[in-house]
T-cell receptor
Framework: GQQLNQSPQSMFIQEGEDVSMNCTSS?????WLWYKQDPGEGPVLLIA?????ELTSNGRLTAQFGITRKDSFLNISASIPSDVGIYFC?????????????FGKGTHLIIQP | EPEVTQTPSHQVTQMGQEVILRCVPI?????FYWYRQILGQKVEFLVS????????KSEIFDDQFSVERPDGSNFTLKIRSTKLEDSAMYFC???????????FGDGTRLSIL
């Protein structure tokens, strides 16, 4: 099946720093999604991207859909303690039905005081 | 804000028993999904459902699994004759369109003894 390579696996940063993570795939997607998961909870949608080259912001978060349709990145500016969690990229090539998402393995963000 | 709700939050079952996990998707959504997340691993797609039938399923979704939409609001996942390796978090998700963003519930933690 499709595989998403997400990096880095974990990040240890200071509060106030900017964060960048990315996902790459060997196959193309027509939708990229970024989710955040806190312990004991389900993934919460952060940003959805639908067009190659699209750059979308949600507050301090910015994500881009790569022009090759095989990659995406997520940036978080001026990190704060509540940004701690696991961030997952997910992609889908929707063929007109209810298509399942392929998830990356996640980036664990840890903010040091 | 509308949300996906799942019950129970935690289910403990003896190996070999049947379990039914329940989900109430967002009310105006038409596409429904089940995912699994083994502890410490990525989220994996199981099955999608649209128009009262399975739209797509993964290799994980074998004959042991079944899904049903018994009424206008519930969406269930049944696991027959559970195995130890079925222990995981099971997430339900829904979307309003086939390519729309999928919104997740907080999951059911299934523990097989």
């Amino acid at each position: 099946g499709q595989q998403l390579n997400q990096s880095p696996q974990s990040m240890f940063i200071q509060e106030g720093e900017d964060v960048s993570m990315n996902c790459t795939s060997s196959s193309i997607f027509n939708t990229w999604l970024w989710y955040k998961q806190d312990p004991g909870e389900g993934p919460v949608l952060l940003i959805a991207l639908y067009k190659a080259g699209e750059l979308t912001s949600n507050g301090r978060l910015t994500a881009q859909f790569g022009i090759t349709r095989k990659d995406s990145f997520l940036n978080i500016s001026a990190s704060i303690p509540s940004d701690v969690g696991i961030y997952f990229c997910a992609g889908v090539y929707s063929g007109g039905g209810a298509d399942g998402l392929t998830f990356g393995k996640g980036t664990h963000l840890i903010i040091q005081p | 804000e509308p949300e996906v709700t799942q019950t129970p939050s935690h289910q403990v079952t003896q190996m070999g028993q049947e379990v039914i996990l329940r989900c109430v998707p967002i009310s105006n959504h038409l596409y429904f999904y089940w995912y699994r997340q083994i502890l410490g691993q990525k989220v994996e797609f199981l099955v999608s459902f649209y128009n009262n039938e399975i739209s797509e399923k993964s290799e994980i979704f074998d004959d042991q699994f079944s899904v049903e939409r018994p009424d206008g609001s519930n969406f269930t996942l049944k696991i027959r004759s559970t195995k130890l390796e079925d222990s995981a978090m099971y997430f339900c998700a829904s979307s309003g369109t086939d390519s729309g963003p999928q919104h997740f519930g907080d999951g059911t933690r299934l523990s097989i003894l």
